[in-house]
């Protein structure tokens, strides 16, 4: 049975806009899909993951990618404790742009917090209408994503999509990396193997 709340973990999703870091926390949070689309100035989400009994709190914040919001942005920044980099699996724009944008700006505000790279809209990588209507258009590859992990030195490379709420290949990677985080950042002794990327 689990405990009271005895870790918080602050959790920054960044990443460029429209790429689906909102309704990743949506999904995560609360298990709905939401269907209109809202740039996201700030916003916070709060969920309770158990890890080996012990009850962990991780605030999610959710910033803007939009230009505009460049110098509101790393406000959220200060106290995290991890980073979660989007990108869309069908935006090379927002891929190339973890290189270029991101990188360089957590390195400017936040230098030495870990980054967990997620590649989003799993279920339009492979959805034949969706490419259909958007020719040209060339998908990001699990391991073109894994090759930027390495590049990037990110903890994690993860791949999901809310719509669907398919999460490859483990089923719980919040679980997964709050683990590890315990583990690396907070000296508590890790659960079984979590090591390996997911």
């Excluded at 602050?10 to 298990?31: E, P």
């Excluded at 724009?93 to 590649?119: D, R, T």
């Excluded at 490859?168 to 990396?177: A, I």
Aim: hydrophobic letters at 40%.
């Amino acid at each position: 049975m689990a405990s009271s709340v005895s870790k918080f973990i602050k959790c920054v999703t960044v990443g460029d806009g429209a790429v689906g870091k909102t309704c990743m926390l949506i999904c995560y949070t609360s298990n709905k899909f939401p269907t209109d689309y809202i740039p996201t100035v700030f916003d916070n989400f709060s969920a309770n993951v158990v890890v080996e009994g012990l009850t962990v709190n991780l605030g999610l914040w959710d910033t803007a990618g939009q230009e505009d919001y460049n110098r509101l942005r790393p406000l959220s920044y200060r106290g995290a404790d991890v980073f979660v980099l989007a990108f869309s699996l069908v935006s090379r724009a927002s891929y190339e742009n973890i290189l270029k944008k991101w990188i360089p700006e957590l390195q400017h505000f936040a230098p030495g917090v870990p980054v967990v790279l997620a590649g989003t809209k799993l279920d339009l990588r492979e959805d034949k209408h969706y490419l259909a209507d958007h020719p040209g258009l060339v998908p990001v590859t699990t391991a073109q994503g894994e090759e930027l992990r390495k590049q990037i030195g990110a903890a994690y490379y993860v791949e999901c999509s809310s719509k669907t709420q398919q999460k490859c290949p483990q089923e719980d990677h919040m679980s997964q990396v709050t683990a590890w985080l315990l583990a690396t950042q907070f000296s508590v002794p890790p659960p079984l193997a979590i090591y390996t990327n997911i």
